[in-house]
Structures are given as structure tokens and as C-alpha cells.
């Protein structure tokens, strides 16, 4: 599918207006930090780029169904993907864990609690 000129120039303007929005509702949401990681870290920005954040947020609930809350509460309009750790998860697993310690490397901390 042929690319429209200038459009992934628009698709990075949406993105880094939702990123604002999230980064504004992130305090109120308790969470201890939030990594940026993706095509918005690396300027790869393609018509199907995304948000794509890893949270390290204080949660009871399975892995599997932590991203609901945020899904919820981000309401945007791009799509965001969202790993959510633990504080104790995130400490334990940040090192041996090749995909979450690249991201950590090459991400950008868009928000910490500290």
C-alpha cells in the first residue's frame, strides 16, 4: 500500500500529541515510571507506529491483564502499547530479560515518581 506524502510526518505529530496527553495523566495514575521504548525513541515512524511504553506500576492484578488499566485510562487515539512490571518484577527481571534491558537501554524515561 502506497504511503501518502507527508503522512508520516502527521502520524508522528499524533503520536507525540497523545504522548502529552498520557504524560499529563501519568502522575494521577500512581505509577513509579514510565519508559518510552519504540519507533518514537528511534525515529522510525511508519503509518502503523504505536506508543509503546513499559510502566512500573504498584498492581495486584496477572501480567496478562495489567495493560487493561491503562487502556482504559489513556483512552487514545493511536494505539499504545503498555508492559506493566512491578517495582519488584521490574528489579528482578530488568538484567535477564534481553528485550526489556534493550528497551530500558535505548528507551527514554518519560515520567518517575522520584
Known amino acids: ?49 504505536r506508543l509503546d511504553l513499559i510502566v512500573v506500576h504498584d498492581v495486584e492484578d496477572a501480567y496478562g491483564r495489567r495493560a487493561d488499566f491503562f487502556s482504559y485510562h489513556l483512552s487514545s487515539m493511536v494505539a499504545v502499547d503498555c508492559q506493566v512490571y512491578t517495582p519488584q518484577e521490574f528489579e528482578e527481571i530488568q538484567d535477564s530479560l534481553p528485550a526489556l534491558t534493550t528497551a530500558i537501554k535505548h528507551g527514554r524515561v518519560i515520567y518517575s515518581a522520584e
Open 1 to 49: 500500500m502506497p504511503v501518502r506524502i507527508g503522512f508520516t510526518q502527521f502520524r508522528k505529530q499524533m503520536l507525540e500529541k497523545e504522548l502529552e496527553n498520557i504524560m499529563s495523566l501519568l502522575p494521577q495514575l500512581g505509577v513509579e515510571k514510565v519508559y518510552l521504548t519504540g519507533d518514537m525513541v528511534s525515529g522510525d515512524i511508519t503509518p502503523d507506529s
